[in-house]
């Protein structure tokens, strides 16, 4: 009932920037908090950060000081500001969303590529 769809992602050279926009639409009344997570090629999926409603963050210590996630929450989209990328960075990645208080529904959206090259 929550789509969510992506867009930003594409190929930079190392040390280049980024920017990952995550639009929410459908049944986004209750989206408590939104996310960015990355998967790489036989790796598991893991949290890149997570932003509250209220815009307490979380980020993954790989990418503390060099990404900067932001939120609308008027317009449900989530920001991903990615700088000094690194080769290691290049994953598919995709935006999360939480919905409810008491069950919680959690949504992806289809993920967009991210390529970091040397």
């Known amino acids: 009932q929550v789509q969510l769809a992506e867009s930003g992602g594409g190929l930079v050279q190392a040390g280049g920037s980024l920017r990952l926009s995550c639009a929410a639409s459908?049944?986004?009344?209750?989206?408590?908090?939104m996310g960015w997570y990355r998967q790489a090629p036989g790796k598991q999926r893991e949290l890149v950060v997570d932003i509250t409603s209220g815009g307490l963050t979380n980020y993954a210590d790989s990418v503390k000081g060099r990404f900067t996630i932001s939120r609308d929450n008027a317009e449900n989209t989530v920001y991903l500001q990615m700088n000094s990328l690194k080769p290691e960075d290049t994953a598919v990645y995709s935006c999360n969303a939480r919905v409810g208080r008491i069950l919680i529904s959690t949504y992806w959206g289809p993920g967009t590529q991210v390529t970091v090259s040397s």
């Open positions: 459908g049944s986004i009344a209750n989206i408590n908090t």
